[in-house]
């Protein structure tokens, strides 16, 4: 057997093509030699590593990623990010190869809800509209009406008629945000993220203290007494803006730390101190999205594997929830 059939044996073990990479190659000039070759766009998240974001087509936050996916004419579509976002391209997409390069870079809060625990969840509300953050399984789309991202999460809630009650699922600490944002009484599902849930209130407040110039800036994932704190909530994309347009020079961003690379690209004079977790490991880098690299980037562009594939019916049953997030979205210039 080639290396390549052992490793293909391998790839629902480990999730990714385990095969030697010499380490002499130069992967960036790989890399882009084999986006040429087979039409390829690299999408990457602001949460991976530097090297990846800087070699990619298009850098940007889940709504971006999904208004690309939606309207490239590569023929293969490489994510760099999570597999949930990959799925959603998949369901924009379906006639275009999407490969991830490593099937086990997860989410937990995609991972808090599944489905058939959600769908009998919702028989007992069978009035409310399901509205589900794009951070969860493509299953679970298909029990949703409307998906949102942090960047659009509030004019999706707005456009639902008042009267209507709403399920928001999985992450409860964006929902509770969207409640006090809209006014709107939500039932939550309690899902969270593991990154935004480990930041530390305490030290926190001492960097304030010691920083008192420095703007605190929060994702939304982030708990509600951290929240309260903030200067400025907003989406990966929303907190980079605000970095830039605003007139401090010091922030103190809690938030996934992968997208400090981009802030200090844009605006390499200022100062930007990741929040602290509650504890001494590296816990504000997430964990399913470190386990993409430039190896495995480059093993999944050469070899077309891993490959993300879906059943029919699910394409079928969940796109309508995204492509309605994508038409709101448009209509609101976002
Ligand atoms: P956004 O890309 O919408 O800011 O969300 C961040 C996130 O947690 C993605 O997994
Ligand atoms: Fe999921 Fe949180 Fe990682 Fe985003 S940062 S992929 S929400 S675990």
Known sequence: MN???????????????DIDVDPTLDLVAEINKLKKEKNAIILAHYYQEGEIQDIADYVGDSLGLSQQA????????VFAGVHFMAETAKMLSPEKKVLLPDLKAGCSLADSCPPPIFRKYKEKYPDHVVVSYINCTAELKTLTDICCTSTNAVQIIESIPKDKGIIFAPDKNLGAYLQKKTGRDMILWNGSCMVHEIFSHE????????????KFIAHPECEPHLLEKADY???????????????????????????IHQMEKQTPNKTFIPAPPNNTCACNECPHMKRNTMEKLYLCMKHEQPEITLPQWVIDEGVGSIDRMLEISAKAGL
């Open 3 to 17: 290396t390549l059939a052992i490793a293909e044996k391998d790839l629902n073990k480990n999730g990714f093509l």
């Open 233 to 259: 909530i907003g989406s990966t994309s929303g907190l980079l803006r605000y970095t830039k347009e605003s007139d401090a020079d010091t922030f103190i961003v809690a938030t996934e730390v992968g997208i």
């Open 203 to 214: 030290k926190i407040t001492k960097l304030m203290l010691r920083h008192p110039e420095a």
């Open 70 to 77: 939606a309207n490239t004419d590569a023929d293969i579509i």
